[in-house]
């Protein structure tokens, strides 16, 4: 399909962004692992296209407590988007189920290729050296401790994690489990074993364990 | 501080465990005003400051100086203004000097303390052991697994994104910002002591591989 459109979706998605260029940065990622996931998987590529790009565009309303759930609200957005800039009609409701079956939390049952593989790379962009940053960056928005061996990890994570430390173990470190297709899940081994070997060390370093 | 007639601390050579903890009880409250990451740094400072005491070659070390020097050195931290020549360590120097004064710590352990204190931010040069310890273990929680937390964290507050830590680590640039200074001192730590640069050498190997990583997942080299 023509490169001009999705220029066009990247563009609108954009505009939904915050000030902060987190989500921009998080949706390039996506989209590029996405997209080669979907060429090794043999799954339509427009879909998943349209998919990556647009799939949080709500993220900033649930951030700012506007919205419950941006993964909803995120596909009633994609479509106004999808329509105006004339992406096929026809493949049109398979890229709003990859936006609507995304989020991790709600562990919404992917349906579709495409969209198990959109939410394959927008998880693959939580574990790694990847994760480790973004856990630190949320962490610093939310003024959240980096760390307090007081405070022992939740059994189940709840989207509110006490300390970023806890966040890796309640979800990062969980993720690997979760994906769908083998692709996602071979890039997944090493950026785990990251995080594994990373916590290690930090807590050493926070024990003053040379 | 509560009652200047009723000394807080005994003569003597040693420090008691008490006086130890109301040093530690006054650290603590300093820190708070800083935030949430103030006191667990001064807690990982002191734990490695021991650490490194035991390691060192040197026959002497104080350790009442260095623990109670570890636990006040950012005391004054959060009395820092934005653009003025206020240095914290020599702040903190003073301040610390009058509570131990009212503890009535001996002299010689008051002067030495404040020593290390004014030191850990070159107000003086390090010239003790103990100052060149503290000094060293402050500089170390720069560094490692911690060390990137805290450039991460710092990027956050001043909206920089992954992508541009991963480039700042990457190329040499002459902007000094809140976390390229970071990522500079990580690249070239300062360090007096021999106990303190090899726990450098481990803690930069964490850096590197953590860098090597991102920048092969940000390039989708393992995908």
């Known amino acids: ?210 | 501080m509560n009652g200047k007639r009723k000394s807080k601390c005994t003569h003597g050579d040693d420090m008691k465990r008490e006086q130890l903890q109301l040093v530690e009880k006054y650290s603590k409250a300093q820190m708070d005003k800083l935030g949430l990451y103030g006191w667990p740094h001064v807690k990982r400072v002191l734990h490695l400051c021991v650490r490194m005491a035991r390691m060192s070659r040197e026959k002497h070390v104080d350790l009442d100086v260095l623990k109670a020097s570890a636990l006040l050195h950012d005391i004054a931290k959060h009395l820092h203004k934005k653009d003025t020549a206020f240095d914290h360590g020599d702040m903190g120097a003073k301040l610390a000097e009058a509570f131990l004064e009212e503890c009535r710590l001996d002299r010689g352990k008051i002067d030495a303390i404040c020593h290390a204190i004014r030191a850990h931010t070159h107000f003086e040069e390090p010239i003790s052991v103990e100052a060149k310890i503290l000094h060293d273990a402050d500089f170390l929680d720069k560094l490692g697994a911690v060390g990137i937390a805290t450039v991460f964290i710092k990027a956050c507050l001043t909206n920089v994104t992954i992508e541009e830590v991963l480039e700042s680590f990457e190329l040499e640039s002459e902007k000094r910002s809140f976390v390229m200074k970071h990522i500079g001192w990580i690249k070239n730590p300062h360090l007096y002591t021999e106990t303190a640069q090899n726990i450098a050498e481990k803690r930069n190997n964490i850096v590197s591989a953590f860098f090597g990583e991102l920048k092969k997942e940000v390039e989708l080299k393992d995908v």
């Open chain 1, 1 to 210: 399909m023509d490169n001009d459109i999705f220029e066009k979706i990247k563009k609108e998605a954009e505009s939904f962004f915050s000030l902060s260029h987190h989500d921009r940065f998080h949706t390039e990622r996506v989209y590029n692992v996405a997209v080669r996931i979907a060429e090794e998987e043999h799954a339509d590529v427009d879909v998943v296209k349209a998919a990556a790009l647009l799939h949080d565009v709500a993220r900033a309303l649930e951030d700012e407590g506007k919205i419950d759930d941006h993964a909803l609200e995120g596909a009633k957005k994609a479509r106004e988007v999808l329509e105006t800039v004339d992406f096929p009609k026809e493949k049109i409701p398979a890229a709003l189920h990859c936006i609507e079956v995304h989020r991790f939390r709600k562990g919404m049952e992917a349906r579709s290729l495409e969209a198990k593989i959109v939410q394959d790379a927008d998880r693959l962009d939580i574990i790694g050296a990847i994760g480790i940053a973004r856990v630190f960056t949320r962490g610093g928005w939310g003024n959240k401790p980096i760390h307090d061996p007081a405070i022992p990890p939740k059994a189940k994570y709840d989207g509110r994690s006490l300390t970023s430390v806890n966040h890796i173990y309640e979800k990062i470190l969980n993720v690997k489990d979760t994906l769908n297709t083998k692709t996602a899940k071979k890039i997944a081994k090493e950026r785990h074993r990251f995080v594994e070997h990373f916590l290690e060390r930090f807590m050493n370093e926070w024990k003053a364990e040379i």
